[in-house]
């Protein structure tokens, strides 16, 4: 196992931003882009590791929001930290809660110490500071953890979102010192340290990554004002949140356009929260890296299938006798086992197995996605691959 973290751009696109890297980290490499299935809970819903591993994942995400409440970040300190307890042996990140928190709307509240919240499974007050959420997120012991930050909503006013940016910044301030004094607790009459990228983990273990978020809404002077303060402290990385909040496309590629120009070459760029192909393609374009969503095994749950051209809506009727597989071509486990007729029945008796083969089938399918997006760049053909692409995908 490696002890730390290292980025390497392996090719970068003559068209646009569009480049591929290897992104090193304690619990292995990625190959960039790359995308990041969700387990919220520890677990990617309705999958085992292993075969979410089958699946082509390199890393996974999982939330500590969710965590914090159930189990607890000391049982999962006990535990030996995230990837023993969910057995998972590749890279983990965790994302700092905030989001969960922020969408709570009417159940927190926002002060410049930190944000309190109402649990959504019992009401229980808590309060998550940048301080404590370090502390938290250090148990967990993912490989990359994120600042707790302010994500502002979609269509707030340019007052809020130059508050917010300011707070984040703040935040971030105060997470870095978090995190080192999770690793060495100091005095309190000694001076704090200025920096906090990278930590020990507990017991002993690899080290952490501190990634920073860039907020400001939809104002690009607040964005890169945002950016400017993010980064003192993006060593390994830094992330863009408060996008793919209901924003049109257009809107998305404008901010990123804003951001490109400026953002850091040496460190993997993640774009938070993004997984359909239209808005993956146009972020790669702009230089992205890092991606993540709960899209994939959600709209499996609705008996959803994502291809080449758009979902498939295996409830109707006009697949109850196909038998064809859910993606021609396709090698993932359902494809090559099940059709298109047997899945829809299984998802109108509600049976789980057909959802869990709707969520093998779309974590893979988007995992062959990113490896020809990273064959295109590497290529010089990205560009192509995407106009090809989107000219028969559906995107609704």
């Not at 930290?81 to 709307?105: C, E, I, K």
């Not at 012991?141 to 979102?161: F, N, W």
């Amino acid at each position: 196992m490696q002890k730390s973290f290292d980025f390497k751009t392996l090719h970068k696109s003559g068209e646009c931003f569009a480049r591929t890297g290897d992104f090193s980290t304690p619990h292995g490499s990625i190959q960039t882009p790359v995308f990041m299935p969700v387990g919220t809970q520890a677990s990617v819903k309705g999958l085992s590791p292993e075969e979410v591993r089958d699946c082509g994942a390199q890393i996974v995400l999982a939330n500590t929001y969710h965590l914090f409440l159930r189990p607890g970040a000391d049982i999962v300190a006990q535990a030996g930290g995230l990837h023993r307890f969910m057995n998972w042996h590749g890279p983990l990140l965790t994302d700092s809660g905030g989001f969960q928190v922020f969408s709570l709307s009417e159940m927190r509240k926002v002060t410049t110490d930190g944000v309190t919240f109402q649990s959504h499974l019992d009401g229980t007050r808590f309060t998550f500071t940048p301080e404590n959420n370090m502390e938290i997120q250090h148990k967990l012991g993912a490989d990359i953890i994120m600042q707790l930050d302010v994500c502002s909503p979609y269509g707030v006013t340019r007052e809020q979102a130059a508050k917010d940016v300011d707070l984040t910044a703040k935040w971030l301030e105060r997470c870095a010192v978090g995190l080192l004094r999770c690793v060495a607790p100091r005095n309190d009459s000694a001076p704090p340290p200025v920096i906090a990228s990278e930590a020990k983990q507990p017991h002993g273990g690899p080290v952490q990554a501190l990634f920073p978020i860039i907020q400001g809404s939809f104002f690009p002077d607040l964005r890169l004002e945002s950016l400017k303060r993010a980064l003192p402290h993006a060593k390994h990385g830094i992330a863009i949140g408060g996008l793919s909040i209901g924003e049109s496309i257009q809107e998305f590629c404008h901010m990123l356009d804003v951001l490109a120009p400026h953002l850091p070459t040496d460190i993997p760029r993640y774009v938070m929260g993004i997984g359909t192909p239209d808005f993956i393609l146009e972020a790669v374009t702009r230089g992205i890296d890092m991606f993540d969503c709960v899209y994939q095994t959600r709209v499996a749950r609705t008996g959803m299938a994502m291809t080449d051209t758009g979902n498939l809506n295996l409830r109707n009727a006009r697949y109850k006798d196909d038998f064809s597989p859910l993606q021609t071509g396709c090698t993932c486990y359902a494809c090559k086992n099940y059709t298109r007729a047997y899945i829809r029945h299984l998802v109108i008796s509600n049976e789980m197995f057909g959802l869990r083969l709707l969520s093998i089938h779309n974590i893979h399918w988007t995992m062959e996605f990113m490896r020809k997006i990273r064959e295109a760049v590497k290529n010089d053909t990205f560009l192509q691959f995407k106009r090809d692409f989107l000219l028969t995908f559906d995107a609704k």
